[in-house]
């Protein structure tokens, strides 16, 4: 029998205490011990030359703030590699398709369930933390594969964003949950509608909506007791009949993306 190898990820930061707390919880602690995902910290100040272990400095052109340098987080990065990326010179040198080095930015492409998705089947990301005054641009340019942002708002630095992305893309490796079909459910999967009378997942629906390419929030959910100081739970969901749970999420899903994320079906 093969053994898959674990997914790795390394959170370069200049804030390592700041992981022991959400690494340790959940699913992505389950993980961890199940050798589903290799998870390594890594302290920035740990590639810094001088005595006060500076990581940052003031931008060319004036400005609020300090920016991280370069030096130390091509080091870092470089380090976790185990080569050299490059220079002006020589020309970067090509990361291994199987690697992600990805720069959390309130400058970056948002991060969507696809992206998610397609981290997923990588063997390795490694997160480069950035502080939200900025990140010296060369980083971006010519370390980074990819510069992400959570969300159109500013954060302090990447350490939250790093975590999120980090339990997103856990959560859809094989195993990592204990019903595979859970992932497929939710919002962003592509599957509305619940789950088929076979136990397997069903299908996204056929609605004009989805056949245009446009993605749904996941259908309201209830649970016991089926009244609650006078809300009760519709009765379609309690009938027993799964075409007409099905119909009604779909319908429950559509209305709901568009009441809270109309821009999802534009």
């Not at 245009?212 to 809300?231: K, M, S, V």
Request: include cysteine; charged fraction near 25%.
């Amino acid at each position: 029998m093969t053994t898959l190898a674990a997914m790795r990820f390394d959170l370069v930061t200049i804030f390592p205490e700041f992981f022991a707390g959400p690494l340790d919880y959940g699913i992505v602690r389950r993980a961890r011990e199940t050798g589903l995902i290799d998870v390594h910290v890594q302290d920035l100040r740990v590639f810094t030359k001088d005595r006060h272990r500076t990581v940052d400095d003031r931008p060319f052109g004036g400005g609020e703030g300090m920016v991280l340098k370069p030096e130390p987080l091509f080091e870092a990065v470089e380090s976790l590699l185990g080569r050299g990326v490059g220079d002006a010179a020589a020309g970067r040198a090509e990361v291994d398709a199987r690697t992600a080095v990805v720069l959390l930015s309130a400058a970056g492409k948002l991060f969507k369930q696809e992206t998610a998705r397609r981290y997923a089947e990588l063997n390795r990301v490694i997160f480069i933390c950035g502080r939200y005054e900025g990140v010296d641009e060369r980083v971006a340019e010519h370390l980074a594969t990819e510069e992400i942002s959570i969300g159109d708002f500013i954060l302090s630095g990447g350490e939250l964003p790093a975590m999120l992305v980090l339990d997103a893309v856990t959560r859809l490796l094989p195993g990592a949950l204990g019903n595979e079909a859970s992932s497929q459910n939710e919002s962003f999967s592509g599957v509305v509608g619940g789950v088929a009378p076979t136990g397997g997942p069903r299908p996204a629906p056929t609605s004009a909506e989805n056949r245009n390419g446009a993605t749904l929030l996941d259908f309201p959910h209830y649970t016991r007791p089926a009244e609650f100081r006078g809300w009760g739970v519709p009765e379609v969901l309690i009938g027993g009949n799964h075409a007409d749970v099905a119909k009604w999420r779909r319908a429950a899903a559509l209305e709901k993306t568009r009441r809270n994320r109309p821009d999802l079906l534009e």
